[in-house]
């Protein structure tokens, strides 16, 4: 502007000094000096004009930013982070909680025993948290073609407070909810396969979770299948601690093979004490669970082994597997009142196959065998060794909802303990039972979705397998309302309570809606 301003003087100084001049010039001459100035004034404004108009130029470009100075999310539909260099994280979690209603089903009254189940026996409605968790997992990249791999995930008590478990039925020193409470690890992944040490689901569990469409829910095979003794903890479906393990490399295409070993870790030459750095027995439960003596007698072992191999036709429509796991020297001296005998290995092994016969139906199948290898004069009370199978069926009603369907049976085992309305131990019991379950399930879209089921145990008259175990916050199971057993030296008598009481033979129902959400 003030560019202008001068050359508005400029023109008015030059128009004066033409007026004073000579009166003798030439006319002519005036007038053409005069257009010149008024030309080379107008050419300045122009580009004044234009400058003003052009935007402004931006500064040179710096060198350009190191790599891993700054942290990115990296494309894709997981929440993972890079920063742009040797390192990868990524956070993931699966939140499921469900309203149920559920019933027992046991006999008002047993004339076999005489008496009365304690409590509330009948429907019960309840606000479950199902399989619930958050972690993060991530790499350190060693090289072109090593990662350091590591995993820290804790399970999360949504609608209950977390804290150890002490039900009239379960007790548990473990904290569930606590930082790293589920497969944690830290390994190494190399182009022979990846190993890693720390905690996670065996290699048996992980075999067949995919054949299970109703993980979580009330229908869950964990139920029948693994589940060696019908109740809370299912055997050789769990998370084994203090672990070692390998899986093979990605390069073997359709081939899958994974190893693990968990040594004890016990100073018990019975296992009967929890193992070193733990706070609860091997196998599930606190010493002295269900009213019994302070030991980890009721399934504590020592070393557990584990391997599953898996197969995938090229089409990826048929998937095949074979698993086998062993626990050594499995404690239950609790079940014959300190019986040395009674401490023996505990195995398993199944075989299954998932078939998809169509783009919107899929086949799953699986057979087990559990058994127990303990002396011929113990198989009398024998309730851990039988076999069992699992058929289920998913069938896509359009892009976002499906319906399921599965059955699981348990055929009888040799022997069986006395339960409180079978008072006496013998051998071939009608221990057997069936799982029937329901459910149908509607994506609201890729994380968000919604559930509803139903599922039905029905056991035989020695039988008490029960509903919803393995993962779900709350289990329907045998037993009643009768108070855990306690003792308080200070008061007469020092025992009060009978401690919980199991019924067999109970027609276990639930229905189950629920939402969930996985990221």
């Given at each position: 502007m ?7 003087f400029?023109?008015v ?18 007038i053409?000096?005069?257009q010149?100035?008024l030309?080379?004034v ?13 935007p ?29 260099g040797s390192?990868?994280v ?20 047993y ?7 304690i409590?509330?026996?009948?429907y019960?409605s309840?606000?479950s948290?199902?399989?619930s968790?958050?972690?993060v ?23 209950s ?34 190993f ?31 589940n ?6 299912v055997e ?10 390998y ?7 359709p ?25 609860g027995?091997?196998?599930g ?17 020592s ?19 074979g ?63 039988r ?43 009608d221990?057997?039972?069936?799982l ?7 994506n ?9 089921d ?5 056991n ?6 029960d ?20 003792f ?25 809606s ?6």
């Open positions: 003030k560019k202008l301003i001068a050359l508005v400029a023109l100084l030059g128009t004066t000094s033409v007026a004073l001049a000579d009166d003798a010039s030439d006319t002519k001459a005036q053409q000096a005069l010149a100035q030309d080379a107008k050419a300045q404004l122009d580009r004044l004009q234009a400058q003003q108009q052009r402004p130029a931006r500064p040179a470009p710096g060198p350009p930013a190191e790599r891993g100075t700054y942290i990115q999310k990296k494309p894709g539909d997981a929440l993972t982070f890079t920063n742009g390192d990868e990524t956070l993931y979690g699966n939140l499921d909680l469900s309203i149920d209603h559920t019933t027992k089903g046991l006999q008002k009254f004339p076999s025993s005489g008496d009365t189940p409590g509330n026996t009948s019960q309840a606000v948290t199902n399989l968790y958050i972690g997992r991530g790499l350190h990249k060693l090289g072109k073609k090593s990662n350091v791999v590591y995993q820290l995930e804790t399970q999360l008590d949504i609608s407070t977390a804290g150890t478990v002490y039900t009239n039925s379960n007790n548990d020193n473990v904290v569930k909810g606590a930082l790293t409470s589920r497969n944690s690890f830290l390994g190494l992944s190399t182009p022979i396969g990846t890693r040490v720390g905690k996670t689901d065996a290699p048996y569990k992980n075999s067949t979770q995919r054949m299970n469409p109703f993980s979580g829910e009330l229908g869950d095979y964990s139920v029948i299948m693994g060696s003794g019908g109740d809370n903890r050789f479906g769990t998370r084994l601690d203090h672990a070692i393990w899986d093979s490399p990605a390069s073997w295409g081939v899958t093979l994974s190893l693990l070993v968990a040594p004890g870790q016990n100073r018990s030459s019975d296992n009967g004490i929890t193992a070193s750095g733990e706070v027995c091997a196998g439960n606190a010493p002295g669970s269900g009213a019994g003596a302070p030991l980890c007698n009721d399934g504590s072992f070393s557990a082994y584990s391997i599953a191999g898996t197969w995938t036709n090229p089409n990826k429509r048929f998937y095949w597997t698993a086998y796991e062993i626990h050594k020297s499995v404690n239950r001296m609790g079940d014959l009142a300190g019986d040395p005998r009674d401490i023996g290995d505990e195995q398993a092994w199944k075989t299954g196959f998932q078939w998809q016969v169509s783009k919107g139906t899929t086949l799953n199948a699986i057979y087990e065998e559990l058994q127990r290898n303990i002396p011929v004069a113990l198989q009398f009370q024998n309730e851990r060794q076999s069992g199978y699992w058929f289920a069926l998913t069938q896509n009603l359009d892009r976002n909802s499906n319906v399921n369907f599965g059955w699981a049976h348990a055929n009888a085992s040799p022997g069986d303990l006395p339960q409180h309305n079978t008072p006496a131990a013998g051998a071939n019991p221990n057997s039972a069936n029937y379950t329901i459910a149908y399930k509607h609201l879209d890729r994380h968000f979705s919604w559930y509803v139903w599922a039905l145990t029905l035989h008259p020695d039988a008490h397998y509903l919803g175990a393995g993962g779900r916050g709350l289990t329907t199971d045998c037993h009643d309302g009768s108070p855990i057993t306690g308080d030296p200070t008061v007469t008598p020092p025992v009060s309570g009978v401690g919980p009481r199991c019924y067999t033979g109970g027609r276990l129902q639930g229905f189950s629920g939402l969930k959400f996985q990221f």
